[in-house]
């Protein structure tokens, strides 16, 4: 059974860190890109970043650029989100996803499987 499980939520002050975790048991994990996204209360679900099926290759949404790094390590079928310099705009459930591509995309649809979500609170 295709699998996703995101760790590492919580809550955290303005400026503070986390690192999120997604471990996979997917035989396909190693050969597609992952991905990040969020969805606040009353919002829609935001695309965060994506990561190439090999690691090579990231791309993060203007709203986090520089603050938050995807990385992946196939060895564990794990993919990671470190996010520093948290806001109080950054409050959401987060949410990975395994891409249907070896490339990432940052629409929705573009991934088949999806986590069951973990809570990022930034408040102080």
């Known amino acids: 059974q295709v699998q996703l499980v995101e760790s590492g939520g919580g809550l955290v002050q303005p400026g503070g860190s986390l690192r999120l975790s997604c471990a996979a048991s997917?035989?396909?994990?190693?050969?597609?890109?992952m991905g990040w996204f969020r969805q606040a209360p009353g919002k829609e679900r935001e695309f965060v970043a994506h990561?190439?099926?090999?690691?090579?290759?990231?791309f993060h949404a203007d709203s986090v650029k520089g603050r938050f790094t995807i990385s992946r390590d196939n060895a564990k079928n794990t993919v990671y989100l470190q996010m520093d310099g948290l806001k109080s705009e950054d409050t959401a459930v987060y949410y990975c996803?395994?891409?249907?591509?070896?490339?990432?995309?940052?629409?929705?649809?573009?991934?088949?499987?999806w986590g069951q979500g973990t809570q990022v609170t930034v408040s102080s």
């Open positions: 997917l035989h396909t994990f190693s050969s597609r890109a």
């Open positions: 996803a395994e891409s249907k591509y070896s490339q990432g995309g940052t629409r929705p649809s573009e991934y088949d499987y």
């Open positions: 990561i190439s099926w090999s690691g090579h290759s990231a």
